[in-house]
């Protein structure tokens, strides 16, 4: 298994540009996560989503979009980009049950954006 | 809601000295407690866990016990090494929303031969 992956690893991006960050996670997991870590702030989680074609907004989702049309994939949008995006993001991924609850969470290797 | 309170960093220690990093919660309900590790330029990964009051996780010589009479779930290790030089986060899931991760700001530990 390759566990859950991010690409890009490191991607500059000028004010108003677009892009999206891809995550993709091979375990079977139904449960799917994006964060953005700060320096000295952890992490704040951004957007989450339960299953295909459910998502919801975390404690920061403003200037992002997500989707989630397949199991594996859980694609990041950012559509104008600011220097307050400037950040490392993660992708992560578990497994849930209502019955077991939360098993934990496993994280891609990041992606490092950087917006001038 | 829910919140971690982590000690600040950064720790600076000589290798096989005696590690303790401090983390209290608040949260509503039973939460499940986590202490994930990040080395330089990689992804978080869990360290361990305990579920529930009095269970105590333990992982690669660290330990960490549940207390909820104090909110407490402080990560320690009896003798350091170089390589547990990394950021350590605590972090709680449960309480009002059982999936979600609430972290701490992480502890920077570098560890001197």
């Known amino acids: 298994n390759a566990g859950v992956t991010q690409t890009p690893k490191f991607r500059i991006l000028k004010i108003g540009q677009s892009m999206t960050l891809q995550c993709a996670q091979d375990?079977?997991?139904?449960?799917m996560y994006w964060y953005r870590q700060d320096p000295g702030m952890g992490l704040k989680l951004i957007y989450y989503?339960?299953?295909?074609?459910?998502?919801d907004k975390g404690e920061v989702p403003n200037g992002y979009n997500v989707s989630r049309s397949t199991t594996e994939d859980f694609p990041l949008r950012l559509e104008l980009a600011a220097p307050s995006q400037t950040s490392v993001y993660f992708c992560?991924?578990?497994?849930?049950?209502?019955?077991?609850?939360?098993?934990?969470?496993?994280f891609g290797p990041g992606t490092r954006l950087t917006v001038t | 809601g829910d919140s971690v309170t982590q000690m600040e960093g950064p720790v600076t220690l000589s290798e096989e000295a005696c590690l303790t990093i401090?983390?209290?919660?608040?949260?509503?309900?039973?939460?499940?407690l986590f202490w994930y590790v990040q080395y330089p330029g990689e992804g978080l990964q869990l360290l361990l866990k305990?579920?529930?009051?009095?269970d105590k996780g333990s992982n690669k010589g660290f330990e960490a016990t549940y207390r909820k009479e104090t909110t407490s779930f402080h990560l320690e290790k009896g003798s350091v090494q170089v390589s547990d030089s990394a950021v350590y986060f605590c972090?709680?899931?449960?309480?009002?929303?059982?999936?979600?991760?609430?972290f701490g700001k992480g502890t920077l530990l570098t560890v001197n031969p």
């Open positions: 992560a991924s578990s497994y849930f049950s209502p019955r077991a609850g939360n098993y934990e969470q496993y």
């Open positions: 375990m079977n997991h139904n449960y």
């Open positions: 989503s339960v299953g295909a074609g459910i998502t």
């Open positions: 401090n983390c209290t919660y608040t949260a509503t309900g039973y939460p499940s």
């Open positions: 305990a579920t529930k009051a009095d």
């Open positions: 972090a709680l899931s449960g309480g009002g929303s059982n999936y979600k991760l609430t």
